[in-house]
T-cell receptor, first 111, second 112 residues
Framework: AQRVTQPEKLLSVFKGAPVELKCNYS??????LFWYVQYSRQRLQLLLR??SRESIKGFTADLNKGETSFHLKKPFAQEEDSAMYYC?????????????FGQGTTLQVKP | NAGVTQTPKFQVLKTGQSMTLQCAQD?????MYWYRQDPGMGLRLIYY???????DKGEVPNGYNVSRLNKREFSLRLESAAPSQTSVYFC???????????FGPGTRLTVL
């Protein structure tokens, strides 16, 4: 079965501390993986995707096929990073663009 | 450009009532999606439309119907609302599979 798991509902860190939001997936093929973010009173928006291999707002994510993980990392958290983060998977074989979302992790960055 | 718009923003229904959630996009996107967001469950796909004239079921389609009226508009209908359908509903669109999905602001629906 295709599944995305984000084990932490809430992650609370102090400003300047490193952040790692965990994401594990279950999929037998080659998935496309994404991180979406929802800031307070804003729309859900794409943060980054693994195929782009880019860093957005200081965040990076590496696809580890052996561990079936796509953890989101940032070396120094900022207060403006406080938001809900969703990991999402698009099955590579379906070609429909469907996304399977994880449960979401709320990141709280304290001053 | 307004992007993806949804109406209404809020709605309260009684059990058994029907309603249609409207979604429109002005980005000339081919694909459109309806999700529901529930606490602790993330977003779950209800229905999607890969292109104008086609619709397919997602993960949780029961109790819903959709219409892809034209390339811009994709509506979601609840024929007989149930309390289990209390949720926040998001519409999204993208140009093609694997492209970034753009989301609407959401509709908060409460069924009493």
């Amino acid at each position: 079965a295709q599944r995305v798991t984000q084990p932490e509902k809430l992650l609370s860190v102090f400003k300047g501390a490193p952040v790692e939001l965990k994401c594990n997936y279950s999929y037998s093929g080659s998935p496309e993986l994404f991180w979406y973010v929802q800031y307070s009173r804003q729309r859900l928006q794409l943060l980054l995707r693994h195929i782009s291999r880019e860093s957005i707002k200081g965040f990076t994510a590496d696809l580890n096929k052996g561990e079936t993980s796509f953890h989101l990392k940032k070396p120094f958290a900022q207060e403006e990073d406080s938001a809900m983060y969703y990991c999402a998977l698009s099955p590579g074989s379906s070609n429909t663009g469907k996304l399977i979302f994880g449960q979401g992790t709320t990141l709280q960055v304290k001053p | 450009n307004a992007g993806v718009t949804q109406t209404p923003k809020f709605q309260v229904l009684k059990t058994g009532q029907s309603m249609t959630l409207q979604c429109a996009q002005d980005m000339n996107h081919n694909s459109m999606y309806w999700y529901r967001q529930d606490p602790g469950m993330g977003l779950r796909l209800i229905y999607y439309s890969a292109s104008e004239g086609t619709t397919d079921k997602g993960e949780v389609p029961n109790g819903y119907n959709v219409s892809r009226l034209n390339k811009r508009e994709f509506s979601l209908r609840l024929e007989s609302a149930a309390p289990s359908q209390t949720s926040v509903y998001f519409c999204a669109s993208n140009l093609a599979a694997y492209n970034e999905q753009f989301f609407g602001p959401g509709t908060r629906l409460t069924v009493l």
